[in-house]
């Protein structure tokens, strides 16, 4: 028994291998797919809290030149902070060999949740050259130009003003340039957006296609399997038909008479020699208990010369 279980656990695994490999590369893509579309996600959401940064630093930067109100450059100095997490994330990232701690720490001041840090890195560090995200990142490194010149200034502004040396003409210039300042951060932050987006689809897309390839596959190789097993069965009971009438020629052939029995000890098989001895016909005696047809046979014995006939 213990031998029969050994052969039949490497010819179940011969036929199941190709079903298992199948299934366990659709879930590893399935992981996949969810990881890539959950750094996705990040990059979105981290490009969301970027424009708002952005438009509320500006506003507050407006703000504190008609104000000169410390609490609100220190309002303008947190809005700021989201939008330069993206800077040194970045650049963190673009160095060789990449900070990762630095990244990480980016990250977060962009607002990013904690549990998005580690797809947004593998994402970055894996596509960074992959046609959109590389569009988004120029669009992105644009963006960066423009903050980085909006918080020249910002320090500018807040020296003169803690000094006490502003003037309404360095307001009215200050604001010009906060003014052109937005104006060329907004197409740049749109841009970003919409290369985020495009690429965000395209993902979307193409893993919904290799998922379907991958589940066509998996139907393909069912039938091929289930078409081979089938085929094998059907070689199998051809081959036992014909050596089981071999093995019939071979009794009906013999001078020996030749009974079978089923489990249950009823008469299966009669040849023609013990057909002649018993002068029963194989298909009468069929189901027939075989101790039974010895009792028939002793009982007739004295009338028809069968008392040489006897159960062995």
């Not at 291998?17 to 990040?42: K, N, T």
Request: hydrophobic fraction near 45%; aromatic fraction near 8%; charge should be neutral.
């Amino acid at each position: 028994m213990k031998r029969k279980r050994e052969l039949g656990t490497p010819r179940l695994l011969g036929i199941v291998w190709p079903f298992i490999a199948v299934v366990l590369f659709q879930a590893l893509l399935g992981c996949v797919s969810l990881y890539m579309l959950s750094a996705v996600r990040g990059y979105v959401a981290g490009e969301s809290l970027w424009s708002k940064g952005q438009k509320d630093a500006i506003y507050y930067l407006n703000l504190y030149a008609d104000s000169r109100d410390p609490a609100i450059f220190d309002k303008y100095h947190q809005a700021i902070r989201v939008p330069q997490g993206g800077h040194n994330l970045r650049l963190a990232l673009d160095q060789s060999p990449p900070d990762l701690n630095a990244a990480r720490e980016g990250i977060l001041q962009g607002g990013n949740s904690p549990d998005d840090v580690t797809s947004i890195i593998w994402f970055y560090r894996n596509f960074r050259h992959f046609s959109y995200l590389d569009t988004a990142i120029q669009k992105w490194t644009v963006g960066d130009d423009y903050l980085i010149q909006l918080d020249t200034l910002a320090q500018e502004m807040h020296q003169k003003i803690s000094a006490n040396h502003a003037t309404d003409a360095d307001v009215q210039r200050w604001k010009q340039r906060t003014f052109e300042i937005n104006e060329g951060v907004t197409p740049a932050a749109k841009a970003f957006s919409d290369a985020l987006g495009e690429g965000s689809r395209f993902i979307q897309q193409l893993l919904i296609f290799i998922n379907l390839a991958t589940a066509l596959m998996l139907i393909l190789l069912a039938l091929l399997r289930t078409h081979k097993i089938l085929a094998q069965r059907r070689a199998f009971a051809e081959a036992l038909q014909v050596e089981k009438e071999r093995a019939l020629v071979t009794l009906e052939s013999i001078g020996d008479g030749v009974i079978t029995t089923d489990v249950n000890g009823a008469i299966d098989y009669m040849n023609p020699a013990a057909e002649h001895l018993t002068h029963w016909n194989s298909k009468q005696a069929q189901g027939v208990p075989l101790a039974a047809l010895f009792r028939l046979l002793d009982e007739n014995a004295p009338e028809d010369g069968l008392g040489s006939v006897r159960k062995p």
